[in-house]
């Protein structure tokens, strides 16, 4: 298992310079003078060679991306056009991208994998069809549309509300305005004092580990129920499908027969048989479709108002700020490449042959 690990963090390695080389040429990319980029309205020709002088700009290009490489590894990621450090804002947006991304991606697997077993046990069955219609809903309908929607019928003066009187739930942000100030005080008392303030930026964990306060943390999980169930939606129906397909497929294989001939219970047979050997493709859209996740909220979160990277992206786009752009593109790129290595590496466990052959 440690050569078939190994064999994968080596093919990784090239992967995660050749992204991190792309990202810092980015800032190449965009048109005009790279200076234009970084100094926006400020510009002008005494700034402009201050910024090159400063960052290494006229240095030749193999020698500007090992500071880069070098600046990138210490947590140096250089200002936005307001002075303040990329760093510290991504300090606090990474956290809310992933815990939306994660709780999406949840949602999608208990959803996508119950389905779709319940729809593989009776192929062409009224359940059956009822689970493919849904899946293809769920890939059909915009998320833009989606998110309206939700926050139509479940917002506190929604349809629900004013039909059974459903209180409703928070469709804007990441906490309650009080918990929100509670949390903001923590980080500025941090940056003032040069310390750390303990805090993660996830909500759920921060609220009870940090604060201890378990009305912040049902507030932060209302909060995140509305965005994280409209972001599901795509995965939950891709991995229906594909669980849907991986299990009819194992089923129809005649160990499942031996096995039922056996005896064995249908409830084993599935969980320790059949859903073990249909795992690869599950775990495979499972990883792939959590990376789109990471970088692809962006529509969800400006729908929710829930500031991550997504919302970072768009507003650095927006103002023509070059380097919050470049630095948020670098995480993204670098967390899909990571989560492809994750998923590479469970293929290894969830199927000895796998791991035979990477060592072979």
Do not use: C, Y
């Given at each position: 298992m440690l050569v078939f690990v190994i064999r994968r963090l080596l093919i990784a390695v090239p992967l995660l310079i050749a992204v991190l080389f792309a990202t810092f040429m980015l800032l190449w990319m965009l048109p005009g003078d790279p200076t234009v980029a970084l100094l926006g309205d400020q510009w002008n020709p005494v700034k402009a060679e201050q910024i090159r002088e400063s960052q290494g700009l006229n240095d030749p290009v193999l020698v500007q991306f090992k500071d880069y490489l070098s600046n990138v590894a210490k947590g140096d990621f250089g200002e936005d056009l307001k002075?303040?450090?990329?760093?510290?804002?991504?300090?606090?947006?990474?956290?809310?991208?992933?815990?939306?991304?994660?709780?999406?991606?949840?949602?999608?697997?208990l959803v996508g994998v119950s389905a779709g077993i319940l729809s593989a046990l009776k192929p062409g069955s009224w359940r059956d069809l009822f689970t493919l219609t849904g899946a293809l809903a769920g890939v059909s309908?915009?998320?833009?549309?989606?998110?309206?929607?939700?926050?139509r019928v479940f917002s506190a003066k929604g349809a629900l509300n004013e039909a059974v009187g459903f209180a409703g739930l928070p469709t804007q942000g990441r906490l309650s305005p009080q918990f929100e100030e509670a949390v903001q005080k923590s980080w500025t008392r941090s940056e003032e004092l040069g310390?750390?303030?303990?805090?993660?930026?996830?909500?759920?964990?921060?609220?009870?580990?940090?604060?201890?306060?378990?009305?912040?943390f049902l507030d932060a999980l209302a909060h995140l129920a509305l965005p994280a169930l409209v972001l599901s939606t795509v995965p939950a129906a891709v991995i229906t499908r594909i669980t849907r397909t991986a299990v009819i497929e194992q089923l129809q294989l005649d160990y499942t027969r031996t096995a039922r001939a056996k005896g064995v219970t249908p409830r084993r047979l599935?969980?320790?048989?059949?859903?073990?050997?249909?795992?690869?493709?599950?775990?495979?859209?499972?990883?792939t479709l959590l990376g789109y996740l990471l970088g692809g909220a962006v529509l969800t979160e400006k729908i929710f108002t829930w500031h991550g990277v997504g919302t970072y992206m768009v507003d650095a786009i927006l103002a023509l700020d070059a380097r919050p752009l470049q630095m948020s593109v670098m995480i993204v790129a670098v967390g899909f490449v990571l989560i492809n290595l994750i998923v590479d590496v469970s293929y290894g466990l969830l199927d000895p042959r796998v791991r035979q052959g990477g060592q072979g």
């Open positions: 002075n303040q450090p990329v760093a510290r804002e991504l300090r606090k947006k990474i956290p809310a991208t992933m815990e939306l991304a994660l709780a999406a991606m949840l949602i999608a697997t309908f915009p998320i833009f549309w989606l998110g309206l929607l939700a926050q310390e750390s303030s303990g805090l993660t930026g996830f909500h759920l964990i921060d609220s009870l580990v940090t604060f201890k306060d378990f009305d912040m599935m969980l320790r048989h059949v859903l073990r050997n249909a795992m690869i493709p599950i775990v495979t859209s499972i990883g």
